[in-house]
């Protein structure tokens, strides 16, 4: 986690990980999350961004080689 990593960032301690995550990449907001999307959805969503970002640091990593 982030904030385990580095000292001083505040995590989120009113919402879980995953919804939290998921508005915070603008995936989706917490009306959509409780009013169209199911949990399959969210898990969708997380493996999106988790891949995405992933993605973003493997280019990062490259392009300072």
């Known amino acids: ?6 000292r001083g960032l505040a995590d989120y301690v ?3 990980r995953t919804i939290a995550t998921v508005i915070s ?3 989706a ?7 169209v999307y199911g949990l399959e959805d969210l898990w969708a969503l997380l493996e999106i ?3 995405d970002n992933y993605n ?3 280019a990062r990593r ?3 080689q």
């Open 1 to 6: 986690m982030v904030s385990d990593e580095i």
């Open 49 to 51: 961004i988790t891949i």
């Open 56 to 58: 973003a640091e493997v």
């Open 29 to 35: 907001t917490l009306h959509e999350l409780d009013t």
């Open 62 to 64: 490259r392009s300072e």
């Open 14 to 16: 009113n919402i879980p």
């Open 25 to 27: 990449a603008n995936r």
